[in-house]
């Protein structure tokens, strides 16, 4: 089945209808409690109408799990554009992808949830899911590519010792393989990627509210720490544009 939609469709189909239902019922109930019978009621569908469109309850989430992590992922690649007009270095370009991710995630939590929280019982997502994820470490891989070409990047003090641990997968994602001394680049860049998405999902859930006094600020400061990883300086003087 395609899922894809254009935006006349998101406004006016079925399909459409159906999605900011269980968008709606996703900040209500939770994955867990989707069900076509409760899409069916709240968009004043009948169920045999909503079958039609997602036959099943894993068809509407998976076309949800699409949806947001394209959504997302279309807010990093806005904000990396807007950085490179502006001739922002490769720090910044990362500070601003990941405030984007940050912002869209807060405004859009029932949904990171969906892409990012606890699994939903019975649900396996389908390889139509692959693209549309893999877009935000896409977004990561090409600011530390640009970095690296650029001479951006201070060599770490320590390899990752032993054999690369990457699936080719991953090395195409990033274009190849780097040579020393960032051959292990790629490794790191994932552990930046965990980095973020963990620190998300302890903002998003209040996990740092008792401990940090300005979340924004901290989560920028996070961001500079793990770029460190990588060997990236991440610019947080008071020139650095905020949301």
Sequence with gaps: MDFSTSATDENSTPSAVI??????????????GLSLDAV????????????????HRDDLLTALVIDAYND????????????????????????????????????NSA??????????????????TVPA?????????????????????TPPRRAVPGPPLLLP???????????????????RG??????LIGLLVFQVF????DSVRDQSAYFDFAIAVAAESIGLTVPLDENTPTE
């Design 40 to 55: 069916a009621e709240g968009s004043g569908l009948a169920v045999t109408d909503v079958e039609g469109v997602f036959p």
């Design 111 to 128: 949904e990171f949830t969906l892409i990012y929280g606890s699994p939903v019982p019975g649900y396996h997502a389908p390889q139509d």
């Design 169 to 187: 997968e991953a090395v195409e994602l990033f274009g190849g393989a780097p040579e020393a001394p960032f051959s292990d680049l790629i490794e």
């Design 206 to 209: 209040s996990r740092t509210h």
């Design 133 to 153: 994820a893999s877009r935000t470490p896409a977004v990561l891989a090409g600011i530390v590519r640009s970095a690296l070409m650029a001479g951006e990047l």
């Design 190 to 195: 994932i552990v930046l990627w965990s980095n």
């Design 19 to 32: 999605k900011a239902t269980a968008r709606q019922l996703l900040v209500k109930l939770g994955a867990g």
């Design 72 to 107: 997302s992922a279309a807010a990093m690649e806005q904000a990396d554009q807007a950085a490179g007009a502006a001739d922002a270095t490769a720090g910044a370009r990362l500070l601003a992808v990941t405030r984007a991710l940050r912002k869209w995630s807060f405004d």
